[in-house]
């Protein structure tokens, strides 16, 4: 039987907490007709998302940046040698998910998102206090460090610095670094606080005691993102500013900008270890560099494809670092790198997931955050790996093979059903975001993308991708200034559905969403219309026969089905909200989430919806996906965060 979630909690490793049983397998199978049931597989995906990272000695304490599906926000403790996990614990600390931390030599100092407390967690005795109370319930805290007696703080969204005596929990302000809301980067001597803003970028110098501050940000490059860390040496400073790395002296004078590495994002981490050498750590290509005098020297790349929490400079000369992903790495000076994913070590914990796929050979593919996991519910055994995105979309193709599109890169990849190899074919470009559905055309070798564009546009794509060359074809024209929602396809016809409102944008350009009908041979458009005056957004399409099913975002839940043969709408309702249309067998089926109900529709005019499950749990992040069996009898879906199969009754 799947292990429980009790067990899991209590640091199974992965491919056990995830694996389901051949028991359930074969209740489902047999489920009866007249009221289907359910049936649980345990959590589908395990995330280690991290955002607070602290060492203390030889242990590295690492925090979830989700909470767990019992609202508990996740400590653990790993051995910085060795990686094995010492401790793993659910604290009860109230929380909307994130956190930073901070520790001096004995306590653990966590500062939650949305909380008015920094709370102080005793490895040793397990004791959890609300320790100090800085701020508001809509407080977040972006840094901390501890600096003698002092914990140092930086918060969002009023962008103010404090400290806290760590003998009497007095706190003392201050005050706000820039216009922007987030105070992203802290370093503390003997004579300064040094403190630096996101956008817009600011580094401001306070007396340690407080007072009036010294403004530097004169010195700093333009950076879309502000400052995202910073060090002090010496009473010099090295600033992580958009694409340069700057150090100056407290007067400003002796200013040195170090531009970074092309290949590299961002540098998100800086810290100076105990010789006085001062490492940065690059956003994305995890590039590893020692700050010079005039530049930057790579000594290392322990992983790649990551956000950065935490670099920590060891007495040894080690460097320890923790990845967003939850990744904990450990860098000897000459580059050797050992590394060790905290999911697969206990620390991992169920998260709802982004996208679902059956694929020909039994196994179920869940796409979670950065993180893949296939399952083989025959056989009660599951694997998981890394991914570089978040994959909203998949699809099977030839011999087996997974196409996902990972957000934000835009990347269509290619994933090998047995080794699971990843290839990446191309990236979509051209100002889109969201592969919100991939569809394979085997006959033509290729795939067609519907995808939503880039945050403040409007207009999505259509795009055709040549398996056999891996050429991209966009076609930003079919639905213009709309996201192009999703694609069904019927014959050598694609149907596509809009939405006016883009991608966060502050309205929409036209005032009636569109369908449009394409030729996926000619990649010509045949037809686009506006079926509903007063619709402005397509949620999902879905094609049966000459019937065509649409369903509404803008109106929540409306649907209608359109007679492609008359050019007619000759049915229509309403589900209560938007999600995913899709069918097996002849059969149409809706699953939507807030009433969060599977129904089944009519096919013939005259004909009701049907609930078949009434309030499933929620545990898609995006819309609802079936994912039928081969005989139609059930689909693979989620109910909270657990793997589940959902029987299907008979029609009629």
Not at 51 to 75: M, W, Y
Not at 78 to 89: H, N, Q
Not at 240 to 258: M, P
Not at 514 to 539: C, F, G, H, M, N
Request: aromatic share 8%.
């Amino acid at each position: 039987m799947p292990l429980s979630r009790r067990s899991l909690l209590a640091g199974a490793s992965a491919g056990a907490a995830l694996a389901v049983g051949g028991d359930a397998w074969r209740a489902a199978a047999y489920a009866g007709e007249k009221t289907p049931a359910p049936v649980g597989f345990g959590p589908a995906s395990l995330t280690s998302a991290v955002r607070g990272a602290a060492v203390i000695g030889n242990s590295v304490f690492i925090a979830s940046r989700f909470n767990t599906p019992e609202q508990k926000l996740r400590l653990a403790e790993f051995d910085a040698t060795t990686g094995e996990a010492r401790s793993v614990d659910d604290l009860d600390i109230p929380s909307s998910g994130g956190n930073k931390m901070a520790a001096d030599d004995r306590y653990v100092y966590i500062g939650p998102a949305g909380s008015a407390y920094v709370w102080r967690f005793d490895p040793r005795t397990k004791e959890l206090l609300p320790w100090a109370k800085p701020g508001t319930s809509t407080t977040w805290f972006y840094e901390m460090v501890v600096e003698g007696g002092h914990l140092y703080i930086g918060t969002y969204p009023d962008c103010t610095v404090r400290r806290i005596r760590l003998s009497d929990v007095t706190i003392e302000t201050y005050g706000r670094i820039s216009t922007s809301k987030y105070a992203t980067a802290l370093a503390v001597d003997d004579e300064y606080v040094y403190a630096g803003s996101a956008a817009p970028g600011a580094l401001l110098l306070w007396p340690k005691e407080g007072g009036t501050p010294i403004d530097l940000t004169a010195h700093l490059s333009d950076s879309p993102v502000g400052i995202l860390d910073l060090a002090v040496r010496d009473k010099v400073m090295y600033v992580a500013s958009g694409r340069q790395l700057i150090s100056l002296r407290t007067d400003g004078s002796a200013r040195v900008s170090r531009e970074i590495p092309a290949e590299d994002r961002y540098v998100d981490q800086v810290a100076v270890g105990s010789d006085g050498k001062v490492h940065a750590l690059a956003r994305l290509t995890c590039n590893v560099y020692e700050v010079t005098a005039t530049g930057l020297e790579k000594v290392g790349q322990p992983i790649e494809d990551v956000e950065n929490q935490l670099l920590a400079p060891q007495p040894d000369g080690n460097l320890i670092g923790v990845s967003g992903l939850g990744h904990i790495w450990r860098m000897a000076p000459g580059g050797t790198a050992s590394v060790w994913q905290s999911a697969t070590r206990g620390f991992g914990y169920p998260e709802i997931v982004q996208s679902m796929l059956l694929n020909s050979r039994g196994t179920v593919w869940v796409a979670g955050h950065y993180a893949m996991t296939v399952h083989r519910p025959a056989r009660g055994t599951s694997v998981r790996f890394d991914i570089n995105g978040e994959p909203k979309s998949l699809a099977e193709g030839a011999r087996g093979t997974v196409y996902a599109g990972l957000y934000p890169s835009t990347q269509i990849v290619a994933i090998s059903p047995g080794r699971h190899d990843i290839t990446v074919l191309g990236t979509l470009g051209n100002e889109q975001l969201r592969a919100r559905r991939i569809h394979t055309d085997l006959p033509r070798n290729q795939l067609l993308v519907a995808s939503s564009p880039a945050t403040t546009k409007h207009t999505g794509a259509l795009t055709f991708v040549d398996l056999a060359t891996n050429h991209f074809d966009v076609h930003r024209e079919f639905l213009p200034e709309q996201s192009v929602m999703d694609v069904a396809v019927s014959g050598t016809t694609a149907y596509i559905a809009g939405d006016t409102y883009g991608e966060v944008t502050s309205g929409p350009l036209r005032p009636t969403a569109q369908v449009a009908a394409v030729d996926i041979v000619t990649r010509q458009l045949l037809w686009r219309e506006e079926i509903k005056p007063d619709w402005a957004s397509y949620e999902s399409v879905h094609v049966v026969g000459h019937l065509l099913y649409a369903m509404a975002r803008r109106p929540r839940g409306a649907w209608f089905a359109y007679d492609l043969t008359t050019r007619t709408v000759v049915m229509e309702g309403d589900l209560g909200g938007y999600g995913q249309f899709n069918g097996a067998r002849g059969r149409v089926f809706s699953w939507v989430h807030w009433t969060n109900d599977i129904c089944e529709l009519p096919t013939g005019t005259g004909g009701a919806a049907t609930t078949l499950y009434d309030n499933v749990p929620r545990g898609w992040y995006n819309s609802p996906m079936f994912n039928f069996t081969r005989s139609g009898r059930a689909t693979w879906g989620m109910r909270g965060t657990d793997l589940t199969l959902f029987p299907l009754p008979r029609a009629g």
